[in-house]
């Protein structure tokens, strides 16, 4: 008998995707420049327009809707991109029309900021005002911000040396990283008031696991020792999972050197598992997490749907529980033909059928 999530109520093998920037703009004309998410008309329009999109391509499969209704959005529905703390936080972003946008290092002459500087910023002062404009408008708001993680932003801030902080002034790294903590408390805490979510913007397939995850975004932590996470990190994630469900973003390769350190999360619920991370020891270390397989946006633009299928099929056989385990592709770019997101969708479907018999 497979073991379930008692927090959790989806079906087995939950499976989504998210287009990058350059494929809506080269299918479909989308721009993602700074109206695209400050723009509180332009909101509600376009992400109706991506679910009509993805309806007439993969509706079959679940994906977007025939007859979308007007959603007070708040943030890109259809994106994978955490840049607004750090904008907010002081950093330059770059919007371009097919891509997401890039925050450029602030560089920080010393790694402290102001929690309450956030409120002060034009960014902030942005969003705020379409959320009181769409909400005004349609009377409650919907969806969530991608909101990075406490590392990623810190790199952001104050750019490699980050790392030497570490060494060279601990003390000051650690007060550093807590306050960073603080701004993602409070701005979390205030969507997750009003739409009821925080992290499906992190990734698409928590709306098919469960809405409430808080899922922490540790990309950065590729360049960082398990010792460091230990010693400068781990705590904040051990304090947030006790607000379940918890969950962990790691879209590096090698989220299973972490195996160990994971394990001493008493409530991991959630693990992003990034392409190349080895499914078999992270299932020996963390036999009650739902671990959300990451698929290579990049290698599948080249894979034949027999390869997709292969693939899949292994992953989701080395995680051993379809209760505990989901697919994604995040990021296909222009290059990516539609028989490949139809073979992950596919696939899925056939092995939710083929192990219904053993559930």
Known sequence: MYQKNTLFQNQVLPVDI?????????????TFDRDFFFNPLRRVEVEKQMETVLYGRWGRF??????????PEIGAVHLASGFLISEMLGCTVKYSADSAPQV?????????????DITRSSAYRLFDDLRQSLKTKYGYLSGDVNWSGILNIALD?????????????????GRFFRDIAEVIRQFT??????TGSSSISVNRNVRNVSPSIFLHSQCSHTMISVQDYERFLLGFDLEWSSRRPFGIHYC???PHRYAEAFQKIPHLDFLDVGWGGDLKVLREHLPATFLNIRLSPVEIIGQSVEEIDKII???VLD???????????INMDHQVSDDKITAILETVIRLRKKMSVRL
């Open 319 to 329: 995680s051993a529980n379809p209760w505990l385990t989901g697919i994604c592709c």
């Open 313 to 315: 099929t292994a992953l």
């Open 104 to 116: 450029l290092c602030a560089n920080l002459e010393k790694p402290e900021i102001n929690p309450r």
């Open 157 to 173: 801030l104050r750019g490699e040396q980050i790392y030497l902080d570490l060494y060279d002034q601990p003390e000051i790294a």
């Open 189 to 194: 805490g205030t969507i997750k008031q009003e």
């Open 252 to 254: 590096g390769s090698d």
């Open 62 to 71: 679940g994906l977007g809707n025939r007859e979308p209704e007007e959603t």
């Open 18 to 30: 998210v287009l990058h920037p350059s494929w809506w703009f080269q299918h479909e004309g989308i």
